[in-house]
């Protein structure tokens, strides 16, 4: 069976759009999500307080992962004193995001997609200067809720520089939740010339119904890396309209009885689904938390 790595985000993606949580709150989705045998988690972002206030206790938070040894942390960063603060917090993995069209970068990080692009190369001296691993995603690679379409080349010339500038994974990611199958795997086709043997992974939101098929689309097309958050929970507070990743149980659900072997225990993600749903007091879009997993004879 084809392995497929699933990193869980609620931590990071799926909080940043919710209103500030105590760090006793995010611990308590943290051993939840643990208990599921994940073997990757997106902690954290090292970013500006003043913009994404969920993410103010990136250190503090980063300083309570030594509890759980058997999982690999990661934490997203805007720029080159992100890098350097996630690395002093100990992160040994960090994710750097270039948007693919200028509008939402500018709103995002204060520069254009090209000038992010450019960044890649300080990023990446930073981190493997002390031997962190970079990962480059970027996002609204299929569109961009303020300019539509986003042209593949874009994609591509982005993938290019990260390979240049030797990054270790690249991904690609639906901010928007506007991907569909069919255009998941056109993309991955063209940018498979690209990045060579780059690991590939894909990160999709479910706004509009498509992202689990779309995260499907991907796995056929011989990407093995996914990210999902516990219960559906995230969104993006820099993209009107952007919400509802795909959640991790959903995923679970789907990869495990189409045949693929995944590292997370569904029971457990379901689990993790209800305390995501109580730490932020609302519910949350998750399929599975409605519906259960299905009887089996």
Known sequence: MTHIVIREVALRDGLQIEKPIPLSAKLELL???AATGVREVEATAFVSPSKVPSMADAAELAAELHNYPDIDFSALVASPNGAKRAIAAGFRSIEYVVAADDTFSMKNVGRTSAEATEQIADIVAIAHGSDVAVEVIVATAWDSPFEGPTPPQRVLDIAAAARDQGVDRFSIADTIGTATPGRVSSLIAQLRPVIGDLPLGGHFHNTRGAGLASAYAAVTAGVTRLDASAGGLGGCPF?????????????VY???DSGFEVDIDLAAAIAAAEVAKSVVGHDLPSALLRAGDRIRS
């Open 254 to 256: 789907l990869l495990v």
């Open 239 to 251: 993209a009107p309209g952007a919400t509802g990743n795909i959640a991790t149980e959903d995923l």
């Open 31 to 33: 051993s939840a999500v």
